[in-house]
């Protein structure tokens, strides 16, 4: 089974507009946490926001939220006024493991493009 | 803090030629990781170091690919021989020992087989 789903291989979204990038996840474990990650078309790999499973808050990084929803098992990514800049790749990722064997695994993403 | 460092940024190679990636990760980071991502999917763990040693490499080609983090500070992968299908973008991260810290990535060797 896929440890990370990511259903939209491509979304649309009108500048200054809020957008929803869905992520659903598979654990048994009790302690995970959940990242989102974006790509540029340059390459980098940039950290934007974290939910760790015990959080009862859902996370937000400036125009970033995540949207948690534990029995779900999903954590959406939510950008709002979207800005031309945020035209990307986003990765929905989940860490597992112990303390110091953490193990990371990546959805395969969601093209995002800003429309002016 | 500096960033990881990865060289080269890019590579183009022939079949069956061999080839080196370096990557030092953030000082203080334990944990190592090695990740191919082939275009328009997401990173594929190859190899995971926790200081130097091995903690998860089942999915690195090991009749191909060979990696090692000697002092458990900076690492080498290495393909030899490379196939077409070898062409991807390696991506080299490194995390801090707290549990909830996220990965910090290079900026990748982009690397095509001809």
């Known amino acids: 089974a896929q440890k990370i789903t990511q259903t939209q291989p491509g979304m649309f979204v009108q500048e200054k507009e809020a957008v929803t990038l869905d992520c659903t996840y598979d654990?048994?474990?009790?302690?995970?946490?959940l990242f989102w990650y974006k790509q540029p078309s340059s390459g980098e790999m940039i950290f934007l926001i974290y939910?760790?499973?015990?959080?009862?808050q859902n996370a937000t990084e400036g125009r970033y939220s995540l949207n948690f929803q534990k029995a779900r098992k999903s954590a959406n990514l939510v950008i709002s006024a979207s800005q031309l800049g945020d035209s990307a790749m986003y990765f929905c990722?989940?860490?597992?493991?112990?303390?110091?064997?953490?193990?990371?695994?990546f959805g395969s993403g969601t093209k995002l493009n800003v429309k002016p | 803090e500096a960033g990881v460092a990865q060289s080269p940024r890019y590579k183009i190679i022939e079949k069956r030629q061999s080839v080196a990636f370096w990557c030092n990760p953030i000082?203080?980071?334990?944990?190592l990781y090695w990740y191919q991502q082939i275009l328009g999917q997401g990173p594929k763990l190859l190899i995971q170091?926790?200081?130097?040693?091995?903690?998860?490499d089942s999915q690195l080609p090991k009749d191909r690919f060979s990696a090692e983090r000697l002092k458990g500070v900076d690492s080498t992968l290495k393909i030899q021989p490379a196939k077409l299908e070898d062409s991807a973008v390696y991506l080299c991260?490194?995390?801090?020992?707290?549990?909830?810290?996220?990965?910090?990535f290079g900026n990748g060797t982009r690397l095509t087989v001809t």
């Open positions: 939910q760790g499973s015990y959080d009862e």
């Open positions: 654990t048994s474990d009790q302690s995970y946490g």
């Open positions: 990722a989940m860490r597992e493991g112990r303390h110091n064997f953490n193990k990371f695994y």
């Open positions: 170091f926790q200081n130097n040693g091995v903690v998860d």
């Open positions: 991260a490194s995390s801090h020992p707290i549990r909830d810290s996220p990965l910090h």
């Open positions: 000082s203080g980071h334990a944990t």
